[in-house]
């Protein structure tokens, strides 16, 4: 009788099931608007945990997404490398495209050695052989973070979804004679939500290939496990256990309760000296880098001795500008340079030779007549700086606002530097010595790019090889910051050296007092880029200024340029000591001396010296000046202060904006008993969603 009732009853709930169905489909019907709509989202499949969203908290809510679990195994290698796969196993309350994981490469670490003293280490690692489940992966850097951002951007998803993430950590050696140390955060302190459970595993090898144990029990009692905040030093929110046989080193840890946001967790054991080998390392470079700090200014001094030491100048006495050069090349003759106090002082020296006259209609307000045009074979300074005076008139007024020549002045320079450098006769420096300058200038900059190379590649950030691009970027971002200031130091020190080559002459204790703060400046910037190591980076500085003093020493003047110069520094010393009995003499042999030698007094900035000379010998200005003098009272001081305005006055007129010039020339005038804590480890970081 009992299975027939059995049968019976089977037979019942047959007949009844498409109702059941029926009443299921429509209360699903029902409630189907009250399910999560994602707008186009796509639900991910619930592979990940059993977490209900129902019991988010406020934290997770804001945050848009529950942290299910974070599991982390470690294998640690001997060449100083972690094989790490992390599973983040999250749900998604709200429309995401997926998770970011930021791994720090570069930075520093601290721990507490045997004497409580605090340590910092450099951390420094190469990331590389990333590979994510769960979704595509776009690495990217930064700042010295490696960054992992997990998803589609043109996909959103909601509800549960895990992620796996495998990489290699290759650290670089620890520099600790006593032990090596195996130090990483293993979970990160900077995931933006909170943790409800985590484990970490890792797996450390001992034994060597001969089967002898690598790391003796006293250092393993010492291993720490800590969790907390960055800084903390708590051994105790994590149940851990070790297994030591086979080998291998065993560690498992489980979370005994969520980690709240900020939380994570750092491994710390030191295992013996040598545990490690081939490690990552670039010493190497750093010991070219030694190298070239020496090797650099060396071959500089040795092309300095072969093509670059000039000849002792002689100075003899002169009364007349040697080989009746025009005051404009003297001036750039003195010391290599074109200023504007050399080309306008043309004006000055046509006058003298009767090629236009000067008239001051009022205080600062010039009109320059043309007498007649310059004769042929003038160089083509003389000729684009007149023509750019005469372009229109016969007269031209300077001073006034609706006067503006143009270029004429910075092609007139141009046009003079050119000058000399394509006629073979008066070329100032040999080639050979031109070249060997050159190759010490190349030089000057190689000691501090490789330095920069050095602390870019070897002390800082080193992201995967599919970031290649980025490292580079980092190098020329970095030894930009610290060049430029370098490069400004090298122009100072090069116009200091240059005229000490030119003059023979000793730095004046003023421009030493001038250009002091300025050098103290710029090196400070360029070591401020490079804080991380000072002393290689004082290193690379010497040897870059002594490079570039030996770029500009290495120069040597020509037989003419030598020439030249003794008989220009022998007339401007003339007009520095000249006695008046002297002065009188050739007033009397020639009553326009004075004049004729006033811009070359002028380029040489001697002519208030010049004029006090001839003071009671001059007594009426040239016939080709007409000054403002008020009263009609000629003085030479009245006259100087005319010159001075009619320098400010050319000056002025010769505006326009300034292309860029050729030549050499230039405009000059938590700590407890193994002494580490949470996140003061390599590695770790943070991430979240997006």
Avoid at 129 to 145: A, K, P, Q, R, T
Avoid at 320 to 342: A, F, H, M, T
Avoid at 547 to 556: K, V
Avoid at 606 to 616: N, R, T, V
Wanted: with cysteine; proline share 4%.
């Amino acid at each position: 009788m009992a299975p027939r009732s059995l049968s019976l009853s089977n037979s019942c709930c047959f007949r009844r099931t498409p109702l059941i169905a029926a009443v299921l489909l429509v209360l699903l019907m029902l409630a189907s608007p009250l399910l999560p709509q994602g707008g186009g989202a796509v639900w991910a499949e619930d592979q990940a945990t059993s977490v209900d969203p129902r019991t988010a908290v406020l934290e997770e809510k804001v945050a848009g997404y529950i942290t299910g679990s974070y599991d982390v195994d470690v294998q640690v290698s001997r060449d100083n490398s972690y094989y790490i796969t992390e599973t983040i196993k999250v749900y998604f309350l709200i429309d995401s495209h997926g998770i970011y994981r930021d791994i720090p490469v570069a930075g520093k670490a601290y721990y507490r050695d045997d004497d409580g003293n605090v340590v910092e280490l450099d951390a420094r690692m190469k990331v590389e052989d990333i590979s994510v489940e769960g979704g595509s992966v776009e690495e990217s850097s930064e700042g010295n973070d490696l960054s992992l951002r997990i998803g589609d951007p043109d996909e959103t998803v909601r509800g549960a979804k895990t992620y796996v993430v495998k990489y290699r950590a290759r650290l670089l050696d620890d520099r600790i004679d006593d032990y090596d140390l195996i130090y990483f955060n293993v979970l990160p302190t900077n995931w933006r939500t909170l943790i409800r459970s985590a484990s970490v595993r890792i797996t450390i090898p001992n034994s060597d290939a001969d089967g002898r144990t690598l790391i003796p029990t006293h250092y393993l009692n010492r291993a720490e496990f800590i969790a907390g905040a960055y800084g903390a030093t708590d051994t105790q929110l994590f149940d851990v256990g070790v297994r030591n046989e086979g080998g291998v080193v065993d560690i498992l840890a489980r979370s005994k309760a969520a980690l709240a946001r900020g939380e994570g967790a750092t491994f710390l054991l030191r295992v013996p000296e040598g545990y490690f080998t081939n490690e990552m390392s670039y010493d190497w470079l750093y010991e070219i880098m030694r190298v070239l700090f020496v090797a650099a200014p060396l071959a500089c001094l040795l092309l300095w001795l072969l093509f670059g030491r000039d000849r002792k100048l002689v100075n003899p006495v002169e009364f007349y500008p040697p080989d009746g050069l025009p005051s404009g090349e003297i001036g750039y003759l003195v010391d290599g340079k074109v200023q504007p106090r050399d080309m306008l002082s043309m004006i000055l020296w046509w006058a003298s030779q009767g090629y236009l006259t000067i008239e001051e209609t009022g205080k600062g307000y010039f009109t320059l007549h043309k007498v007649k045009s310059l004769p042929p074979g003038v160089k083509s300074y003389q000729s684009i700086l007149f023509g750019s005076l005469f372009a229109v008139a016969d007269h031209v007024f300077l001073g006034t606002p609706d006067v503006a020549l143009g270029n004429g002045l910075t092609w007139a320079k141009s046009a003079l530097i050119k000058d000399y450098k394509e006629d073979v006769r008066y070329r100032l420096y040999t080639r050979a010595s031109i070249i060997a300058s050159g190759v010490c200038g190349a030089l000057a900059f190689a000691p501090f790019v490789l330095f920069f190379v050095c602390i870019t590649i070897a002390g800082g950030p080193m992201t995967s090889s599919a970031n290649a691009g980025a490292d580079i970027a980092g190098i020329a971002r970095d030894a930009t910051s610290g060049l430029m200031p370098l490069l400004l130091l090298a122009v100072i020190l090069s116009r200091i050296f240059s005229r000490v080559r030119v003059s023979g002459k000793a730095i004046k204790a003023k421009t030493i007092i001038f250009a002091l703060p300025g050098v103290i400046v710029l090196l400070a910037a360029a070591l401020g880029a490079v804080s991380s190591d000072i002393p290689n980076a004082l290193a690379a500085t010497g040897s870059t200024v002594l490079c570039i003093f030996f770029a500009w020493a290495a120069r040597q003047r020509t037989e003419y340029y030598d020439d030249i110069l003794n008989r220009i520094f022998g007339f401007k010393e003339f007009i520095r000591v000249a006695e008046v009995y002297r002065m009188e003499k050739l007033f009397d042999d020639d009553p326009q001396y004075y004049f004729k030698t006033l811009p070359y007094a002028w380029v040489f900035g001697l002519s208030d010296i010049w004029a006090q000379k001839f003071e009671g010998i001059v007594a009426s200005p040239p016939d080709w000046y007409d000054g403002y003098y008020g009263n009609n009272i000629f003085t030479w001081r009245l006259m100087l202060d005319s010159m001075g305005r009619l320098h400010m006055a050319s000056l002025a007129s010769f505006r326009a904006p300034a292309p860029e010039s050729g030549g050499s020339g230039g405009w000059s005038g938590g700590f407890s008993g193994g002494g580490g804590f949470s996140g003061g480890g390599f590695g770790g970081g943070g991430g979240g969603r997006w």
